[in-house]
T-cell receptor, first 109, second 116 residues
Framework: LAKTTQPISMDSYEGQEVNITCSHNNIATNDYITWYQQFPSQGPRFIIQGYKTKVTNEVASLFIPADRKSSTLSLPRVSLSDTAVYYCLVGDSNYQLIWGAGTKLIIKP | NAGVMQNPRHLVRRRGQEARLRCSPMKGHSHVYWYRQLPEEGLKFMVYLQKENIIDESGMPKERFSAEFPKEGPSILRIQQVVRGDSAAYFC??????????????FGQGTRLTVV
């Protein structure tokens, strides 16, 4: 099962673009890359998922290079409410995803 | 369409008592997953169930813990003879037709179990 490495914490300011990079050197051919967001005392919430190249939705973009050994979650124009823990996961089935400690993102005014 | 519903949100039990955590998946979802989370840590997979079947319980402790997802009613995670180390947040998630990624998993708000 692939494991991921991501920064423990990051700070940014309101209105900035935030990029969180995740390393997954052992990603398997069938694995997808999925990002979740978790606020304190709440369950994780799906943000975005991709397999290769670029995926964009109304919340974020996900950039995946050709070798798929890393991925970058991009949050445009963050606000204070984006302060949360962000988890990068790789796998081909929901229950086999291995959850690390995530990246604690703090947005400052 | 209501989301994944977990109850209770908070549960306090004395050592040696039983804890029952309930999870109602989203309507139409037949796959349920239970996770445990300690403070400042990621989620740890416990068990994956479909209606009336345990598909994978490799993350469940061998003793005191059990889970079910009956044909009717919510999924239940049961912890017998609780100990202080069982204190954690327990999350349930559900997905519709498959456990494969691409079918997004939706999480409940969790049950925070405190053993005193």
């Amino acid at each position: 099962l692939a494991k991921t490495t991501q920064p423990i914490s990051m700070d940014s300011y309101e209105g900035q673009e935030v990029n969180i990079t995740c390393s997954h050197n052992n990603i398997a051919t069938n694995d997808y890359i999925t990002w979740y967001q978790q606020f304190p005392s709440q369950g994780p919430r799906f943000i975005i998922q991709g397999y290769k190249t670029k995926v964009t939705n109304e919340v974020a973009s996900l950039f995946i290079p050709a070798d798929r050994k890393s991925s970058t979650l991009s949050l445009p124009r963050v606000s204070l409410s984006d302060t949360a823990v962000y988890y990068c996961l790789v796998g081909d089935s929901n229950y086999q995803l291995i959850w690390g400690a995530g990246t604690k993102l703090i947005i400052k005014p | 369409n209501a989301g994944v519903m977990q109850n209770p949100r908070h549960l306090v039990r004395r050592r040696g008592q039983e804890a029952r955590l309930r999870c109602s998946p989203m309507k139409g979802h037949s796959h349920v997953y239970w996770y445990r989370q300690l403070p400042e840590e990621g989620l740890k997979f416990m068990v994956y169930l479909q209606k009336e079947n345990i598909i994978d319980e490799s993350g469940m402790p061998k003793e005191r813990f059990s889970a079910e997802f009956p044909k009717e009613g919510p999924s239940i995670l049961r912890i017998q003879q609780v100990v202080r180390g069982d204190s954690a947040a327990y999350f349930c998630a559900s997905s519709p037709l498959s456990d494969r990624v691409g079918t997004e998993a939706f999480f409940g708000q969790g049950t925070r179990l405190t053993v005193v």
